[in-house]
């Protein structure tokens, strides 16, 4: 893509943007096979944010409580719209570069560059404080996200523990529990597993399911 971050970030570039994104967006829904409920859901989520938009610039109007609605219900609608555009618009091989001009979204390059394996590793926690469930939160040790999310690059994480007596011997010890697509994982396990002790380790993976390295071993109780 030629534009990294597609989201304009002045309020009055973002409104005109986002209006013009998902009016475009509901007139050729059909022509680019969008799923009605999906553009009624942006619709709504933008038409909250624009009542919100007038108010906070009428002088008439604006206070600071109305503008810190307006910049709650922005943050709301962003994810909104990102959501619809990357379900819906970024990857739709219906929409000509034309169409992604008229949207403002990047215009794919003609020859991707290969994403490589993940550099960096993960590191992990162990939530315990519900019965009988682990919820697992992972962060890059490398790219600090203020608000979370997967480090550039990468489509998730492998998850992979050993349960059993003292510690596990070695990376043969270790068995795959699944990948997740977000930084946090629930697992939940049953009442004849509470007091056991697993021990976690984890690795990012790219699009093409290609490892980075392994994380440091994590150990928790089970609840």
């Known amino acids: 893509m030629k534009k990294k ?3 304009p970030t002045r309020e009055a570039e973002f409104y005109s943007w986002s ?7 509901g007139e050729r ?22 009542l919100k ?7 008439a109007t604006r206070t600071p409580a109305a503008v810190q609605d307006k910049n709650d219900m ?8 990102r959501s619809f555009s990357k379900s819906h618009l970024l990857y739709n091989q219906l929409l000509t570069n034309a169409d992604r001009d008229l949207l403002g979204l990047p215009i794919p390059d003609p020859r991707p560059t290969p994403i490589p394996p993940p550099k960096s590793m993960p590191e992990g926690r162990v939530d315990t404080s519900i019965h009988l469930r682990h919820l697992l939160h992972v962060v890059d040790t490398v790219e600090v996200r203020p608000r979370g999310g997967l480090p550039d690059g990468v489509a ?17 010890a270790f068995s795959y529990v699944t990948t997740s697509t977000t930084t946090s994982l629930v697992i939940d396990y049953a009442l004849a597993d ?15 399911n290609q490892p980075g390295p392994w994380s440091e071993m994590i150990n928790a109780v089970i609840p």
């Open 5 to 7: 971050n597609y989201v």
């Open 194 to 208: 509470a007091g056991k002790t697993v021990w976690y380790r984890f690795r990012w993976i790219n699009a093409r």
């Open 156 to 172: 998730g994480f492998e998850a992979w523990r050993f349960e059993g007596e003292g510690m596990p011997a070695g990376e043969s």
């Open 29 to 50: 829904a059909e022509m680019w096979q969008i799923p009605l409920p999906a553009t009624v859901k942006l619709s709504g989520s933008f038409e909250l944010y624009d």
């Open 19 to 25: 209006k013009n994104l998902v009016k475009v967006s």
């Open 74 to 81: 922005r943050k709301d609608f962003t994810v909104d719209l």
């Open 53 to 59: 938009y007038r108010i906070a610039i009428d002088p």
